[in-house]
């Protein structure tokens, strides 16, 4: 039976190190290794001290992030922001909400750093929401592969939540192969968010953060407060149930009546540019209609220069919407509860809570 190789050599008996006299090539080889020795060990020094020097928080890292180019930067949830019961709360909710979505493929999420990093999850996440199949290989073991899928699931996330060039979302492949769980926390505060989901986000979650950057050789450290989630005015994230919820909930033969009410409401007013709506689902989505609509209610015309009348990307369909609901507020209307995402991501509750609320305003118009 073949015995176990150790894990680092064995001592050499004193007899033999007599009997062998190193050579020069020898000597200057242990030198080398020394050295390098040396400089890990200098490195690593200077990572506990730029974590662990007094008015900083003793923090676990593994020598691994110590190893920085100049200018990287590292960062990492203070160990004493894990004990905080709001973001406890958090992490417990979306592992939820994830493995409620995803229990027809029998996933079951138990850690967000270890079971979302390589985009296996984030993918099959994706895919449900959206009911649309990504192009990106089923299993990929090798890091490359895992990381050209996150670059292909988080590039889709990040179109579909208006994000461009010159507004980065809080996540990134990096840090999120990384198992930064600030950033896979961000990215699914902004999926629920966006997609409604039926859950309750506890408000004001922050975490204590230290980030770590190396500058002319050197470890610096900062402490920082990160905010993960804020307070939430639209009704869906707060949970506050309103008539519309009663309607969807208990009573879906008087919402097709309301349904038919307003699409009348609507018409009488869009026909006059011979504009029709048949459809309350899907033809407001893009903000055009909406934002006609308050022209024609309110008897001013709107500069076509103001927005997108054949709109392209959600970038130009939220601009509409979030146009729209500044003329609203204009002329004295409430600000909306919905968000203009809800509105563009045919989020039919949103939208005929905005339509109701010109219902009740214009009805009684000649």
Known sequence: MSVPRPKSPRPVPPSLKEDKEETIWEKIGT???KKRIKEVQEVQEEGRYAIESPGSPVTDLPPEEYALGENEERSMIEPRSYDEPKLKELIAVLIEWINDEL???????KDLEEDLYDGQILQKLFEKLTSEK??????????????????????????????????????????????????????????????????????????????????????????????????????????????????????PDKLQVVKKSLITFVNKYLNTINLEVHDLDTQFHDGVYLVLLMGL?????????AFHITPQDIDQKVHNVSFAFEL???????????????????????????????FTKYKSMG
């Open 31 to 33: 030198l080398g290794r």
């Open 103 to 109: 229990a027809d493929h029998r996933i079951i999420v």
């Open 134 to 251: 990504l192009d990106v290989p089923e299993v990929t073991q090798s890091q490359e592969g895992q990381k050209q899928k996150l670059r292909i699931v988080l590039s889709t996330v990040n179109r579909l939540l208006g994000y461009s060039h010159f507004s980065q979302p809080k996540w990134s492949v990096e840090s999120v192969h990384s198992k930064n769980l600030v950033s896979i926390l961000h990215l699914l505060v902004a999926l629920a968010r966006h997609f409604r989901a039926p859950i309750r986000l506890p408000e004001n979650v922050s975490v204590f953060v230290v980030v770590v950057q190396k500058r002319e050789g050197a470890l610096n450290h900062r402490t920082v407060l990160e905010e993960i989630t804020s307070h939430y005015e639209d009704v869906g994230m707060r949970c506050e149930r309103d008539a519309f919820d009663t309607l969807f909930d208990h009573a």
């Open 297 to 305: 209610l309110e008897g001013f015309f709107v500069p076509l220069y």
């Open 328 to 358: 609203m507020q204009d002329v004295g209307l409430d600000k909306p509860k919905a968000r203009p995402e809800d509105i563009v991501n045919l989020d039919l509750k949103s939208t005929l809570r905005v339509l109701y609320n010109l």
